[in-house]
């Protein structure tokens, strides 16, 4: 999740984003209003937050995500648009974020970016269009959004791989918009994490013998230590 706006004190906020056997991280932004990431995922998977941080012209958080037979580093990227309060120019960006891809681009592990760049990637024409994309290419990397996601009809929120992984299954679907931007989805070339199984003992209330129950409390500390 991107530009969340969360900050310290929705913890109750929080909590009722969160599903049902799902576990969220999240990263504030401090010094502005907006920004902030977060990672909602399944329990049975394991989640190591490697580093969270912000560069000049976007923020940033990587983790491992992994279960018994797989592991990926999945990379969760917002970068703010132009504007009087966070004045930085899509050149500025494109610096900062090779300088990133630089130090991450030869991670052993599958490598997954995801997040919202404010970029219209689907003008194909568009100079910062074209210049992002050269960059993605002379990396290796590939965009896999062909659906906009936005609610102007561009693509802004994009999910990115090495070509030499073979990380996304299906081709990612524009879904709901939850605000003016909408949630994308896809499958992961991964095996689905097992469902966590556990013993849990109970007592069958309505099989209890009333008048055995009664004579056992009778004989218990509770009745006989009356002083306690």
């Not at 929120?157 to 989805?185: A, Q």
Request: glycine content about 6%; proline content about 5%.
């Amino acid at each position: 999740m991107t530009e969340t706006w969360l900050t310290a004190n929705d913890v109750a906020v929080k909590v009722e984003c969160t599903p049902p056997g799902c576990k969220m991280i999240d990263c504030l932004q401090a010094g502005r209003n907006g920004g902030g990431t977060a990672l909602v995922y399944r329990s049975g998977l394991a989640v190591s937050e490697i580093i969270t941080g912000e560069k000049p012209s976007f923020e940033f958080a990587e983790y491992i995500v992994s279960d018994n037979s797989s592991k990926f580093r999945l990379i969760v990227v917002y970068r703010p648009p132009y504007s009087d309060t966070h004045p930085v120019t899509i050149s500025m960006f494109l610096d900062n974020f090779a300088d990133y891809l630089d130090s991450i681009i030869l991670c052993p592990d599958p490598l997954l970016i995801a997040g919202d760049f404010n970029i219209h990637v689907d003008i194909h024409d568009h100079n910062d269009s074209v210049r992002f994309m050269d960059l993605l290419v002379s990396m290796g990397l590939v965009q896999h959004v062909n659906t906009p996601t936005g609610q102007r009809g561009h693509i802004l929120d994009l999910i990115i791989t090495r070509e030499v992984d073979s990380l996304v299954h299906t081709p990612p679907i524009s879904d709901c918009f939850l605000s003016d931007h909408c949630t994308g989805l896809c499958n992961l070339s991964l095996l689905k994490p097992s469902l966590t199984v556990r013993e849990i003992s109970y007592q069958k209330l309505k099989a209890i013998r009333l008048e055995a129950f009664k004579d056992d409390l009778g004989l218990s500390d509770l009745c006989r230590n009356t002083q306690s």
